[in-house]
């Protein structure tokens, strides 16, 4: 009886999460497709340069960035440190953080999707004002040259070991994804889809439009699009199963423990500290975390914890980690506190303000996760169709390298290559590969790409010439 019971309960709790992941695909696929065409045809400046200014002026500009760009937690953090290492202002470096995190397309069409209209409008006012709030606390707290000391350790301890930043994001390069360009400059990569965008920009023709007209330009975004699910997939996938595991096993006690019930001032603001809390132990960051707060929303958590808990991204454990080997403890505990303080305060904020308008939302008006029905011939079936028949396009774009720079197709990952990158012989045919990462695997196990890449390039060539 116990075990049919789990059994019961398992199925549920996975019903739950994959129900909430198939009402949120379209959402989040439409979402990265609209990040990879503003991130790859949208022209950017030199942020560094823009955001070592301290005023509004700075601020609005690393907002803009931010917003523009793709909303992995560890993404925004590596970009942030790049930014701040070359100059940017603390107070700037860390609103690119907010905004990258918060103020994203794809995460306002799942919240929109999930929880409703009146927390879009508090994500994305709240956001505004998280780096408002934020502004104004460091300014009043930041310790006098604490963070000058680390910009220049931090320039010297990357200079000793050789870091330097991926030009074409900011994150920091790796030796095997490194190119020599035309006059003799060796720049270093994060990731092969970073060098194979900076071939794609230095083999770009035209504007937009003309670009959006070709193989080459849709190119360009498939693996813009292919990055971003790299870096958001497994926040995504675990957000959503650990949401569903929630619902069905934590017991409301625990949440009525955890969470003050009331109408009180002092209960909206427990509840805001509370959510935070929450947030910096569930180690679910980026936008796994909007299902998480389904959850809490469901489990009876007020407004001002559940909008407090979505914005509290930026100090998961694992994040507050990357902040500590990036900058050391005294930076990570500063960052920590400003950023505690700010979601919590927020999350506060909006909820007050919201009960002001008569638009908070009210928790007993919709069906529960258990009692929803999720998988049923309805818009969602349909808007998911038509993302997944666009996400398939973009990735078989990508795959069979349309429109794609360079003479030669790398067995391992498929991208384009030309023939002063690495190379091998075998079997009487040369490979030619974009990394020494991807020789090195071929070299591992050369039989199980050999068979891969005689298909495509027969298919692409008509012949068994490895282009």
């Given at each position: ?232 997939y497994k926040d995504v996938i675990a957000g959503f199963l650990i949401s569903g595991f929630v619902i069905v096993f934590v017991p409301q006690w625990v949440w009525n423990t955890l969470f003050l019930q009331g109408d009180s001032l002092l209960v909206s603001a427990e509840n805001a500290v509370m959510g935070v809390a929450i947030a910096v ?48 403890w005294k930076v990570m505990a500063y960052i920590l506190g400003v950023f505690f303080v700010t979601m919590a305060f927020t999350g506060f904020l909006m909820e007050q303000l919201f009960d ?112």
């Amino acid at each position: 009886m116990l075990q049919a019971t789990l059994g019961s309960q398992l199925f549920e709790a996975l019903r739950i999460g994959f129900g909430f992941l198939w009402t949120a695909a379209w959402a989040i696929i439409m979402g990265l497709v609209i990040t990879s065409l503003v991130q790859v045809y949208v022209s950017k400046e030199r942020m560094a340069a823009v955001l070592g200014e301290g005023g509004l002026r700075g601020i609005t500009k690393a907002t803009l960035f931010g917003a523009a760009s793709s909303g992995c937690s560890f993404g925004a953090v590596a970009i942030g440190k790049g930014l701040f290492k070359k100059g940017a202002h603390v107070v700037n470096f860390l609103a690119f953080m907010f905004a990258s995190t918060n103020l994203i397309v794809e995460l306002g069409l799942m919240i929109l999707i999930l929880l409703g209209w009146e927390f879009l409008v508090a994500e994305l006012l709240g956001g505004v004002i998280l780096i408002a709030v934020m502004a104004v606390i460091v300014h009043l707290t930041l310790p006098e040259n604490l963070f000058d000391r680390v910009r220049e350790e931090l320039n010297e301890r990357d200079h000793e070991h050789g870091v330097s930043e991926d030009p074409t994001c900011g994150m920091e390069g790796k030796d095997e994804y490194s190119i020599v360009t035309d006059g003799g400059e060796t720049l270093k990569f994060c990731s092969e889809g970073c060098m194979e965008t900076y071939r794609q920009e230095a083999a770009s023709t035209g504007g937009w439009r003309d670009e959006l007209l070709s193989w080459g330009g849709w190119y360009k975004v498939g693996n813009q699009y292919r990055k971003e699910w790299s870096m958001l997939y497994k926040d995504v996938i675990a957000g959503f199963l650990i949401s569903g595991f929630v619902i069905v096993f934590v017991p409301q006690w625990v949440w009525n423990t955890l969470f003050l019930q009331g109408d009180s001032l002092l209960v909206s603001a427990e509840n805001a500290v509370m959510g935070v809390a929450i947030a910096v132990l569930s180690f679910v960051g980026s936008m796994g975390n909007v299902p998480f707060a389904v959850a809490l929303w469901g489990g009876g958590v007020s407004f001002a914890g559940v909008i407090a808990f979505v914005y509290a991204d930026l100090i998961t454990v694992p994040v507050l980690n990357v902040y500590r080997k990036y900058y050391g403890w005294k930076v990570m505990a500063y960052i920590l506190g400003v950023f505690f303080v700010t979601m919590a305060f927020t999350g506060f904020l909006m909820e007050q303000l919201f009960d002001a308008l008569g638009i908070v939302p009210n928790l007993a008006g919709g069906q529960t996760a258990t009692e929803q029905t999720y998988f049923e011939l309805n818009y969602t079936f349909y808007l998911n169709l038509i993302a997944f028949v666009l996400s398939g396009f973009l990735l078989y774009v990508y795959r069979r390298g349309l429109g794609a720079p360079g003479q030669y197709r790398d067995p391992v990952c498929g991208m384009r290559t030309g023939d002063d990158g690495p190379s091998v012989t075998h079997g009487g045919e040369t490979y030619h590969f974009c990394s020494k990462a991807c020789k090195r695997r071929f070299e591992e196990s050369p039989g199980e790409f050999e068979q891969i890449e005689s298909v495509a390039s027969g298919a692409a060539t008509g012949g068994h010439e490895h282009h």
